[in-house]
């Protein structure tokens, strides 16, 4: 008896065209939303193109919209510049959320506790290096026991979200105005004190300027600093690092320490340039969607840009949709997923071909 | 009578490269055939087409007359085909049977007395030495293989391939595989023997099969044959099997090893009270079965390696200083002048970062240099493209990933790093392991420039006719212990076998872990 052949292989592509590989991106955008669109009608019977419209309309509505949008950009592509060294250093640092929200509880405690204490622009300055710093110390915990200890970094820095994420309780319920309302609202509302000032009328401006700096900044940090060059290869194999006198638990702590401390920025930015509050939730998960960013841009900062403006687009179209149409918010997930889905998913033939097996056909 | 197994036009591709072209084969029924080929050029992968593993693109496999397909290794086993692999597959701490019964279907899984019995039956009928309730991680590399053997021989495997069985086997222990194979043979087994020793190939097969660069060159009946025709299929073209020595040129002491304990992470002594020399213009071998500490002894003279006891002593040719390298970073022992080359055993794992470029790699052990935080890439990438040039490395350019490049480029790259900082000491574990004979010879005539450099280089080898033919002394481990010193000149090679194995009876033990 003669066995069926298996019908096809796969085989590890060798390089592919920049052209090619953008090009299977977009075909893989649009099946996604040719799905989604199916998976709509089915399930709720509207138009799959109002749907559509109405996502565009989530992050391209008028000026303000985009603005917003930018704004939202700007504090998820922070994030993910912050995840991009120990990422690349495969450190497995998932404790983002945590690190930024120490950093901006701090911003907010300055702006609680520092008002007319000095002018708005020392106190900016002092929020901004209080957060850095207490971020940087979320990402350090971690590290030295990595280094020190070999504990596992993964665990350690998931566990320290939690930590932050109760400090940050704690206060809201101390701090809260009216005392027992749990929250402690909008911070120096009339006099806007340890705000980000307006940069030509525009109150984000300044947000998505820092952020774009820290763009080019780390950029550069990875690509042509001596630093960025031993963290990568700390990340592509430790007994290299070693053999060459890499001081492996130095470059640890190091890019820890920085990594930490730009999760304390994205912080400050949201709770002295966007929120001027702050609750458990106002990093609202970005420390772990950032990930995705990071890696989907195969840890590029420029490529960065593209991929958070698609998560964050995303995200403001499905809670457009959820409003604007009467769908629930699961249901805007659902379409997120199943783009995110084809995305993730169209990198497999980019770095994949599968091969018909192409045998004779006539059998002996 | 047809053949038990032939194969038609068999064609594989991985990528751009081909790694089988057009290959014609047979096998008979108590017949021991070699695969003969240079690393790279296909043998493996054949065999894995056979073993269920890989998936021919093109060509007919045949077994006693009748087309077959072979899609998994249990298809394989169910054509009567054993393959043992050249890295085992064994679970550890599992015994010797149940790594033998692992992965069958019927009850004698979970029968073990039963199973330990068959497996003594097989041992006893061909002669192999086993105890099978021995855990695997007590077990030597040879105990291992015969481990690999009898689970084939247990599924009724009539067809044995056997990838490079030799590789990790003393002389001793290879003159027991070969009793027991050829006890096999007349027992009615077919046996394929991959290899890319000459000599084995002439002392154990009848026949010869020989690839060169995925192509199928011929098959020569092997009593008819000898050692240059079979070279010649083999590399296309006739080669000088002879390495050039020169006498040492005023050798001086430049590396003193005193007394040197290693302990591993489980705290067994791996590096027994060893003392050696190493002496500006010569080249120390070091020979010693795989795993016996040649690896440790290197990474401890780097300063990658714990030292328990006992001291490196580097004698500056320069100032006449001698300097302790005992307890230092590499980064400390690079600060004190000491000009250390080390061509590590893991390429791509320790030498080299294999995802990034020819210029990057370049730049490990220089990228320091210059004043600020920013790197200087035009050095590394004008001393990449001299090394391309010079050690004629094939690469499409100095952006390629060293991790694209075959195994001789990789280690042309990492050789032509580590004599490019100009060293004293040049130390290269395994330098030529996977690499074919050009890119060997052109290592070998590296080392050699080195020597007359005057350079003390300490060369761990592996295979024993060149250790003779290239070094000037030839330093022999075994366990972890010096078991001997011997001039490259006058030694031979059962002399050399003879010290590799001395120890390891007498503390097999140690041996054992090791392994």
């Known amino acids: 008896m003669k066995m069926r052949e298996p019908l096809f292989h796969i085989a590890k592509r060798r390089r592919m065209d920049f052209w090619k590989a953008w090009l299977i991106r977009i075909v893989a955008v649009l099946f996604a939303l040719v799905v989604s669109g199916l998976v709509s009608y089915l399930l709720t019977k509207t138009n799959p193109i109002e749907i559509y419209q109405t996502m565009w309309k989530g992050s391209f509505k008028n000026a303000r919209y985009i603005w917003n949008l930018a704004q939202g950009i700007a504090i998820l592509l922070c994030v993910s510049l912050a995840v991009t060294p120990a990422f690349k250093m495969r450190f497995w640092n998932i404790g983002a959320e945590g690190q930024a929200l120490i950093g901006g509880l701090v911003a907010a405690t300055c702006m609680l506790k520092l008002e007319g204490a000095m002018p708005s622009w020392l106190l900016i300055l002092v929020m901004l290096c209080g957060s850095m710093l207490a971020g940087a110390i979320w990402g350090l915990v971690p590290a030295v026991f990595k280094a020190k200890w070999g504990t596992n970094e993964t665990l350690f820095t998931l566990m320290m979200n939690y930590i932050a994420i109760q400090i940050v309780s704690y206060f809201t319920y101390i701090w809260a105005v009216p005392a027992g309302s749990g929250k402690i609202g909008i911070i120096n509302q009339k006099s806007q004190i340890g705000w980000l000032p307006a940069l030509f009328g525009q109150k984000y401006l300044i947000n998505i300027l820092v952020v774009l700096a820290v763009t080019v900044i780390i950029f550069v940090y990875l690509k042509y600093s001596k630093h960025g060059y031993e963290l990568s290869v700390v990340g592509e194999s430790e007994n290299t690092a070693r053999y060459i006198g890499i001081n492996v638990k130095k470059v640890i702590i190091r890019t820890m320490i920085l990594s930490g401390a730009l999760c304390g920025l994205a912080g400050f930015l949201l709770v002295a340039g966007t929120d001027h509050t702050i609750d458990s939730n106002t990093v609202a998960g970005r420390g772990f969607t950032a990930i995705m960013v990071s890696w989907l841009a195969k840890f590029n900062p420029f490529s960065m840009i593209l991929t958070s403006l698609l998560i964050v687009f995303l995200q403001r179209g499905a809670g457009q949709v959820a409003t604007d149409m009467g769908l629930n918010e699961s249901f805007s997930d659902i379409i997120t997923g199943i783009i995110i889905f084809f995305i993730i998913g169209c990198e497999f033939f980019i770095n994949y071909q599968i091969k018909r097996t192409g045998r004779r056909e006539e059998s002996k | ?515």
């Open chain 2, 1 to 515: 009578m047809s053949a038990a197994i032939e194969l038609r036009g068999i064609t594989k591709v991985f990528g751009t490269i081909v790694a089988n072209d057009d290959v014609n084969l047979t096998v008979n029924r108590g017949e021991i055939l070699s695969i003969l080929g240079e690393n790279g050029s296909g043998k493996t992968t054949l065999m894995n087409m056979i073993a269920g593993i890989y998936f021919p693109d093109k060509g007919q496999i045949f077994i006693d007359g009748k087309e077959v397909c072979i899609r998994s290794p249990k298809d394989a086993f169910d054509y009567k085909i054993g393959m043992i692999h050249q890295h085992f597959k064994l679970v550890d701490v599992f015994t010797a049977t149940e790594n033998i019964v692992l992965g069958l279907e019927d009850g004698e899984r979970f029968n073990l007395k039963k199973a330990a019995e068959k497996v003594r039956q097989i041992s006893s009928r061909y002669g192999f030495e086993i105890d099978p309730d021995k855990k695997i991680y007590e077990m030597s590399v040879s105990e291992k293989q015969t481990v690999e053997i009898i689970k084939v021989l247990y599924r009724g495997a009539d067809i044995l391939i056997l990838d490079e069985p030799t590789a990790v086997l003393t002389p001793q222990e290879t003159q027991k595989l070969f009793a027991v194979l050829r006890k096999m043979r007349q027992g009615g087994k077919s046996i394929i023997i991959i290899t890319h020793k000459l000599h084995e190939v002439l002392a154990l097969s009848d026949r010869v099969s020989v690839l060169c660069k995925g192509k199928y060159i011929g098959t020569v009946t092997t009593k008819d044959t000898n050692e240059s025709e079979l070279t010649e299929m083999m590399v296309g073209k006739k080669v000088m099997l002879n390495i050039e020595r020169s006498m040492p040129k005023d050798p001086q002491v430049r590396l003193e090893v005193h007394g040197l304990d290693c302990h591993d992470r489980e705290g067994v002594k791996v590096l027994d009270n060893v003392n050696f020399t190493a002496r500006s213009g010569e080249i120390l071998g070091i020979a010693g079965i795989a795993g016996s500490g040649q690896r440790e002894l290197l990474e401890a003279i780097a300063g990658l390696q714990h030292i328990t006891d006992g001291e490196i002593l580097y004698h500056d040719p320069k100032s006449d200083a001698i300097e302790n390298l005992r307890d230092k970073t590499p980064m400390q022992i690079r600060e004190l002048g000491v000009r250390l080359s080390f061509v590590p055993e893991d390429r791509l794992g320790m030498g080299l970062v294999g995802n990034m470029d020819i210029t990057d790699n370049m730049m490990l052990r220089s990228y320091r240099r210059g004043k600020g935080a920013f790197l200087h890439r035009k050095a590394p990438r004008d001393l990449a493209e001299t090394i391309i040039e010079q050690l004629e490395v094939v690469t499409p350019g100095v952006t390629t990933p060293v991790r694209n490049l075959s195994g001789g480029n990789v280690q042309k790259v990492l050789v032509g790093r580590e004599i490019a900082a100009a060293p004293t000491v040049l130390m290269a574990a395994y330098p030529v392991r996977g690499l074919d004979i050009n890119s060997s010879y052109m290592i070998y005539n590296l080392l050699n420039e080195q020597k007359e450099k005057g350079v003390a280089v300490i060369f761990v080898g592996e295979d024993l006719d060149v250790l003779i033919e290239l070094c000037d002394r030839i330093l022999v481990i075994g366990s972890g212990q010096v078991t001997g010193l011997v001039d490259g000149r006058t030694a031979t090679k059962e002399e050399i076998g003879f010290l590799m194995t001395k120890s390891v009876h007498r503390e097999e033990e140690t041996a054992n872990e090791n392994a």
